[in-house]
T-cell receptor, first 114, second 115 residues
Framework: AQSVSQHNHHVILSEAASLELGCNYS??????LFWYVQYPGQHLQLLLK??????LVKGIKGFEAEFIKSKFSFNLRKPSVQWSDTAEYFC????????????FGKGTHLIIQP | DTGVSQDPRHKITKRGQNVTFRCDPI?????LYWYRQTLGQGPEFLTY????????KSRLLSDRFSAERPKGSFSTLEIQRTEQGDSAMYLC?????????????FGPGTRLTVL
């Protein structure tokens, strides 16, 4: 069974700082990778996804993530965060080509201080 | 375009009672998923349907839980004889299957509190 590990449960940054949230997964085969975001009081929204092709994927609101197969990692980055990026961020995986349910990490609570 | 909707948004019940939640997926989506999320954790997969067929159930789905999607549209999740450990947010997601590019869109969830 696959698992997902998010290294930081709580991150506090100042506005304009750069962001990198770590995500590692364990699964031996082809995977689909996702980052979801949950803003305060809102439901989970897709931030970006990787299925195949270019390992550097760009999502909404200036976020990007890089898939490094050799490291089983899919880290999320943003060069300059804004106060509105305060949210819970979840990394998720499911087997490539499959319709299986997603396996999520525990999430990272990001707080951006103005 | 309406997204995934869930009803009710909040449910408070006493231990031992039965509860039922409803999920309406995005209209053209043929896959529907149920997840459970507890405080401080990411969502955990419970089960999913393709059209009306229930194709996978996780070990988390004890025999007190049952899910249906009778006409391949909305789905219901029933919990019988609720326990305090069932208190959680129950999330529904839907997707439109395209080989290897299945992206799930989530509803707002139903928060269950078992007293």
């Amino acid at each position: 069974a696959q698992s997902v590990s998010q290294h930081n449960h709580h991150v506090i940054l100042s506005e304009a700082a750069s962001l990198e949230l770590g995500c590692n997964y364990s699964y031996g085969g082809t995977v689909n990778l996702f980052w979801y975001v949950q803003y305060p009081g809102q439901h989970l929204q897709l931030l970006l996804k990787y299925f195949s092709g270019d390992p550097l994927v760009k999502g909404i609101k200036g976020f990007e993530a890089e898939f490094i197969k050799s490291k089983f990692s899919f880290n999320l980055r943003k060069p300059s965060v804004q106060w509105s990026d305060t949210a819970e961020y979840f990394c998720a995986v499911n087997p490539g080509g499959g319709a299986d349910g997603l396996t999520f990490g525990k999430g990272t609570h990001l707080i951006i201080q103005p | 375009d309406t997204g995934v909707s869930q009803d009710p948004r909040h449910k408070i019940t006493k231990r031992g009672q039965n509860v039922t939640f409803r999920c309406d997926p995005i209209s053209e989506h043929n896959r529907l998923y149920w997840y459970r999320q507890t405080l401080g954790q990411g969502p955990e997969f419970l089960t999913y349907f393709q059209n009306e067929a229930q194709l996978e159930k996780s070990r988390l789905l004890s025999d007190r839980f049952s899910a249906e999607r009778p006409k391949g549209s909305f789905s219901t999740l029933e919990i019988q004889r609720t326990e305090q450990g069932d208190s959680a947010m129950y999330l529904c997601a839907s997707s439109s299957f395209r080989a290897a590019t299945d992206t799930q869109y989530f509803g707002p969830g139903t928060r269950l509190t078992v007293l």
